[in-house]
């Protein structure tokens, strides 16, 4: 069964720091795309970033790049998004999401959501002093 697990969200205050995980179970293709998206109530969801598990190739979204940056440890199965310089406008539900290699393809569409069949429950992640 695939699941991916979410953590590391919480309550932070402009300018801090976050390292968001997600911990993948239950699929074994070696070179697939774990995606991070975000949404607010009412919003749709965006992407945010994605890395690719065979190369480590990786993708941000104009709004986080430079202050975001997406990791993998393959051994623990487990993808990481460390989001610096937090602000405000950060606030919101962050999911993870995988393709299960079906594109296997960490590029300018990484967005695109009928790319991933699974996604995480979310983590909250506030910005807010």
């Known amino acids: 069964q695939v699941q991916l697990v979410e953590s590391g969200g919480g309550l932070v205050q402009p300018g801090g720091s976050l390292r968001l995980s997600c911990a993948a179970s239950?699929?074994?293709?070696?070179?697939?795309?774990i995606g991070w998206f975000r949404q607010a109530p009412g919003k749709e969801r965006e992407g945010v970033s994605c890395?690719?598990?065979?190369?480590?190739?990786?993708a941000y979204s104009d709004s986080v790049k430079g202050r975001f940056s997406v990791s993998k440890d393959n051994i623990k199965n487990t993808v990481y998004l460390q989001m610096n310089s937090l602000k405000p406008e950060d606030t919101d539900v962050y999911y993870c999401a995988t393709d299960l290699g079906r594109f296997a393809r960490c590029d300018r569409f990484y967005y695109l959501q009928h790319r991933y069949d699974y996604w995480g429950q979310g983590t909250q992640v506030t910005v807010s002093s």
């Open positions: 239950g699929f074994t293709s070696k070179d697939n795309v």
């Open positions: 890395i690719r598990s065979s190369d480590g190739s990786t």
